[in-house]
């Protein structure tokens, strides 16, 4: 007999669901990292990004702003002295100031102190014998300038005196010293101690530490050895001699006419104008490293260099013939010498160190008395 069923049939199980509330939850757990959207932090990453890069650009402006703001200290001035006077023009100042003293010194006679005392404050005390202007210093030049302390020159001048009229004969004895008459118009060497000093505007100020005192002349320097050999007649069928004399003639006696055409390429030069001379003769002629020989009639290849020393003889206007001495370099070119330069001073075998230059003038050439 079959059981009898009774009683509620009993429901099938079913899948539990969430509430939901979880499953909100769970979507807002899934678009969110720690509070922030994730979307937002993305935007956010990316502007920290571009903050940095905009500071890492703007860096040096804002440094070179930070710099500028910042205010400027000066540091104390420096207690100001009085500027030096300069040495080159020093003894360039001195040089004349010397030179005007002793021009003053050798004319002044009675009543002439006050203008001693122009260039030397004690010459006021003095009493000077003499007639004012009786005796001149003519040709006037500075031959020897020397610095001796930091604001002071000793500044030897030359000077021809004329105008004295000495009472004693000449000595006619051979060896003899001159006599006064001699002496009267030779060249005479007076040295003055000149001190320096800033003076108003930035000009140097200037003033004699003594009267001045006369010395000896100058040292004459000895001849140094020059390049060339020794001095030979100037042959007419030498192609040297008539480069030279065709130049030298186109120089001196028609004031550079025609002188191009015996330039070597790129050479300037110009001429003495108007023509201080109607004729011209070369004599003699040395020439660089050569000591004799045959004559010469030929010239070299093109490019080759001569360096010349040129005696010669110049007629003037008045027909009184003058001697010259050029020194002279030649360039051969086409089969002929050409002129390359007019030297300045002769060649020497062993140049001597040139001196630093001071600014000042350097010793003159001795006068010949």
């Known amino acids: ?69 910042v205010p400027t200290t000066s540091a104390a001035p420096a207690p100001k002295t009085a500027p030096s006077a300069p040495s080159a023009s020093g003894g360039q100042g001195a040089a004349g100031f010397a030179s005007l003293f002793v021009a003053a010194y050798l004319s002044a006679g009675r009543g002439d102190e006050p203008k001693l005392a122009a260039y030397y404050p004690p010459a006021s005390n003095l009493q000077l014998d003499g007639v004012s202007g009786q005796r001149r210093g003519e040709q006037l030049t500075v031959v020897r300038l020397r610095q001796t302390d930091t604001s002071v020159w000793s500044v030897t001048v030359a000077a021809r005196v004329t105008g004295a009229t000495p009472t004693a004969t000449p000595s006619t004895q051979p060896g003899a010293s001159p006599g006064p008459s001699a002496a009267a118009d030779a060249v005479r060497y007076f040295q003055v101690p000149v001190a320096t000093a800033p003076g108003a505007g930035g000009a140097t100020a200037y003033t004699a530490l003594a009267l001045p005192a006369e010395v000896a002349a100058p040292e004459r320097a000895k001849t140094p050895e020059l390049v060339y050999g020794a001095m030979r007649p100037a042959l007419p069928t030498d192609p040297r001699t008539q480069a030279v004399t065709s130049f030298l003639s186109a120089y001196l006696t028609k004031a550079g006419a025609e002188l191009d055409r015996y330039l070597a390429p ?71 010498w050409e002129i390359a330069s007019l030297d300045g001073a002769p060649a020497i075998t062993s140049p001597t160190p040139v001196p630093a230059a001071s600014g000042a003038p350097g010793p003159a050439p001795t006068p010949t008395p």
């Open 1 to 69: 007999m079959s059981p009898v069923l009774t009683g509620r049939r009993k429901p099938a199980p079913v899948d539990p669901q969430p509430p939901a509330v979880q499953e909100t939850e769970a979507v807002q757990e899934a678009g969110w990292v720690g509070g922030w959207s994730t979307g937002a932090q993305a935007n956010s990453a990316a502007l920290i990004r571009w903050l940095v890069w905009g500071l890492i650009a703007l860096g040096p402006l804002l440094g070179a702003l930070a710099y500028l703001s």
């Open 266 to 336: 790129g050479t300037r030069l110009a001429a003495p104008s108007p023509a201080p001379y109607s004729g011209v003769a070369v004599d003699q002629f040395a020439v660089e490293g050569e000591t004799g020989g045959e004559p010469v009639v030929s010239v070299p290849g093109d490019g080759t260099t001569l360096r010349l020393l040129v005696t010669l003889r110049a007629t003037g206007q008045d027909g009184v013939r003058l001697p010259l001495t050029y020194a002279l370099t030649l360039k051969a070119r086409a089969g002929r």
